[in-house]
C-alpha cells in the first residue's frame, strides 16, 4: 500500500463528498505528478529536518523566476545607478563591464543552482553552507553566511525604497517641483510601508502579481529602449557606446582603480537571484523549479539588461556633461527627456516607477524568509520572539515587521550622511556576493568529494566552475569598500565599512557570547533529532515552534492494494 499525502483545509475533512468527481486521463496524470511533487517536496523537507510550515503556493518554475527575476529588477537598478556608472568610467565600463560581469554571473548562477537542487531550503545560500561546510565548522560558516545574506537583503529593500524615492523626486523635478533629502526619504518609508504590507499576504496571492511584474519588466525595458532611440533627435556613434572614457571621480591619475569601482552598477543589478532559493519551501517542485528560477533569472537579466544599457547609452546626448547635469537629479530620466521630450520623458519615468515598485514588493518577501530561516536556527538574539508563522496565511508576519523596521533606520541614515544611498548599494551588493561565495568555496573545498548530487548537476563542471565563481565574487566585493569620489572627506566618504563592520562586530559578539553554545546551525543529515535545537533564552532544549499544522487526509492506493493481495494469492 502506497499512501499519497494530500493538503486539505481543516473544514474539508467535515464536507468530503460521498463520492469523487469524475476526471479525464490528462487532469488524472497531472494530479498524479502534483501528488508526487507535493510528497517529494515534503520528504526533501523533512529529510533537511523541517516540517512545512509555509504555504507551498510558488506553482512551478515560471512563477519562481518571477519571484526571483522582480526581486532583481535590474532596470530599477541599473537605472538608480545610472550617473554613477557614467562617471566613473563612462560608456566604455558600462558596456563591457555589463558583458564581463553578466558571464561570471551565469557562472554564479549555475554553481548556486546546482547546490539549491540538492538543498531546496528557505535559508537559501545560508543553510547551503550549514549543508557544505565540515561538520565542526558548520555553525560558525552558515552563521557568517546567513548574516552576510540578510544583511545584504535588508540594504537592498532599502536601495530599491531610496531609489523609487529619487525617481519620483526625479518626476516632480520635471514639472517644476523640487523634493529635498526629507521628502524622499518620507516617500522611500511610505512606499515601503505598502511593501510590508501587500507582504502580509499569502504566497500564491502574491505569485501572480510577480508573474505580472516579470513581464512588465521585460517588455517595459523594450518600450524604452524603442522609444528613446526612436524619438531622439540624435544619437550617439558606436565609438562613443564601446569606447568612450569618462572619469568624473576626482582621481585622474589611476584609471584602473576608476574602472574597477565602475563594476558597481553591474554587480548591483545583478545582485538578489539567489531569491529563487529564499522560497524554494514555498515552490512546487521545488528541487527542480527553484534552481531553474535562478539560471533562467541570470540568463534573462544579461541578454535583456545588455540590450537595456546599449540603447540608453546610444541616447546619451549630446554629452556626458549635459546628462549628468540635466533637469532632473536623475541621470536616466535626463536620458528620457532629452531623447521624448518632457512629456514623453515623464511617461517614461513613470513606466521605470512601476518596476521600482514592483522590485520592491518582491525584495521585502525575500528578505523575510531569510530572516525568518535564521531565526527558526536561532541565528538571532532573540530568536524565539521572531519566527512565528500565521496559521491563517503561512506568512511569517513578525519577520516581515523586523525586517520593515531595520529598513526604516537604514533609509534615516540619508538624513544624516548625503552619500549614504551609496553606501546602501554598496552594503547590498557586498552581502550578497559574499553570502554567495561562502557556500561555493564550501562547495569545491569541504564538499568536494561527497556533495549530494540531485536533479540539476554540472557533472565534471562543477568544481571548475565553481572555483572561478567563489574568486570572482570574492575579489569584487572588495572593491565596494574603497571611496568613490575624491579628495574623500567626511561627507563623501564611502562608510560601508563602517556599517558593514557595526553588524559584524555585534555578530561576533553574539556569537562568543552565547550563539557559539545554542545555534547549531540549519539541520544536517548527520544531526539529532530537530526537538534538540536550543533556542536563544531557553533554559532546555525545546521544539521549533509551529503554527496549526496542515491536516493531511491519507488515501491509499486501492489498485496498488488489490494488485499486492491478487499475486499473494
Not at 79 to 90: K, M, Q, V, Y
Not at 406 to 435: E, P, R, W, Y
Amino acid at each position: 500500500m502506497t499512501p499519497k499525502f494530500i493538503p486539505v483545509e481543516l473544514d474539508d475533512l467535515d464536507n468530503e463528498p460521498s463520492e469523487k468527481p469524475k476526471m479525464s486521463a490528462g487532469s488524472e496524470k497531472q494530479r498524479s505528478l502534483t501528488d508526487a511533487d507535493a510528497a517529494d517536496d515534503a520528504k526533501i523537507l523533512s529529510d533537511m529536518g523541517y516540517s512545512q510550515e509555509l504555504l507551498r503556493g510558488v506553482t512551478g518554475s515560471f512563477m519562481n523566476f518571477a519571484f526571483t527575476f522582480t526581486a532583481v529588477s535590474f532596470i530599477s537598478s541599473y537605472s538608480i545607478l545610472f550617473g554613477s556608472g557614467l562617471a566613473t568610467g563612462g560608456p566604455v565600463v558600462m558596456t563591457w563591464g555589463w558583458f564581463i560581469g553578466s558571464i561570471f554571473s551565469i557562472g554564479v548562477g549555475f554553481s548556486m543552482a546546482e547546490i539549491c537542487s540538492a538543498y531546496p531550503s528557505a535559508g537559501s545560500v545560508y543553510h547551503w553552507a550549514g549543508q557544505l561546510a565540515k561538520k565542526e565548522r558548520a555553525p560558525f560558516v552558515s552563521f557568517i553566511c546567513g548574516w552576510f545574506n540578510f544583511l545584504g537583503n535588508v540594504a537592498g529593500d532599502a536601495s530599491f525604497a531610496a531609489g523609487f524615492a529619487q525617481i519620483v523626486a526625479a518626476a516632480a523635478a520635471l514639472g517644476g517641483t523640487t523634493l529635498d533629502v526629507g521628502p524622499q526619504v518620507g516617500i522611500a518609508i511610505a512606499v515601503l510601508t505598502v511593501w510590508s504590507v501587500m507582504n502580509l499576504a499569502r504566497i500564491d496571492q502574491q505569485g501572480m502579481v510577480n508573474n505580472v511584474a516579470a513581464v512588465y519588466q521585460v517588455l517595459s525595458s523594450f518600450i524604452i529602449i524603442i522609444v528613446v532611440l526612436a524619438m531622439a533627435p540624435q544619437r550617439a556613434t558606436g565609438d562613443f557606446v564601446f569606447g568612450q572614457w569618462n572619469n568624473g571621480t576626482g582621481l585622474d591619475d589611476n584609471n584602473g582603480y576608476v574602472a574597477l569601482i565602475g563594476l558597481l552598477s553591474c554587480l548591483f543589478a545583478f545582485s538578489g537571484y539567489e531569491a529563487g532559493g529564499h522560497i524554494a519551501e514555498e515552490t512546487k517542485g521545488a528541487k527542480r523549479a527553484a534552481p531553474k528560477g535562478i539560471i533562467f533569472c541570470v540568463l534573462t537579466v544579461s541578454v535583456v539588461g545588455w540590450v537595456y544599457v546599449i540603447g540608453l547609452l546610444f541616447a546619451t546626448t549630446p554629452t556626458i556633461a549635459d546628462i549628468l547635469n540635466g533637469s532632473s537629479s536623475s541621470a536616466v530620466v535626463n536620458v528620457y527627456v532629452a531623447a521624448a521630450g518632457a512629456a514623453g520623458g515623464l511617461g517614461l519615468t513613470i513606466l521605470l516607477i512601476f518596476n521600482l515598485f514592483f522590485a520592491g514588493i518582491s525584495s521585502v518577501t525575500v528578505t523575510s524568509r531569510i530572516t525568518f530561516a535564521l531565526a527558526r536556527d536561532g541565528a538571532f538574539p532573540g530568536s524565539q520572539y521572531i519566527r512565528g508563522v500565521s496559521s491563517k496565511t503561512k506568512v511569517p508576519v513578525r519577520t516581515v515587521i523586523l525586517v520593515y523596521i531595520l529598513d526604516t533606520l537604514l533609509l534615516l541614515l540619508q538624513l544624516i550622511n548625503t552619500t549614504a544611498f551609496t553606501s546602501i548599494v554598496s552594503l547590498t551588493t557586498i552581502g550578497f556576493q559574499m553570502s554567495y561565495a561562502i557556500p561555493i568555496w564550501c562547495r569545491v573545498i569541504d564538499s568536494r568529494n561527497n556533495f549530494r548530487q540531485s536533479d540539476i548537476s554540472l557533472g565534471r563542471w562543477s568544481i571548475p566552475l565553481g572555483w572561478v565563481s567563489a574568486s570572482w565574487l570574492t575579489i569584487t566585493s572588495m572593491l565596494f569598500f574603497w571611496p568613490p569620489l575624491f579628495p574623500v572627506d567626511q561627507d563623501n566618504m564611502n562608510y560601508t565599512i563602517v556599517v558593514v563592520g557595526g553588524v559584524f562586530i555585534i555578530a561576533l559578539i553574539y556569537w562568543f557570547a552565547r550563539a557559539r553554545k545554542v545555534f547549531h546551525g540549519p539541520k544536517r543529515a548527520d544531526d539529532g533529532p530537530i526537538d534538540d535545537i536550543k533556542m536563544e533564552g531557553e533554559e532546555n532544549p525545546k521544539p521549533i515552534e509551529t503554527v496549526e499544522p496542515v491536516d493531511v487526509k491519507v488515501e491509499m492506493d486501492d489498485k496498488k492494494e488489490d494488485s499486492s493481495s491478487g499475486s499473494e494469492s
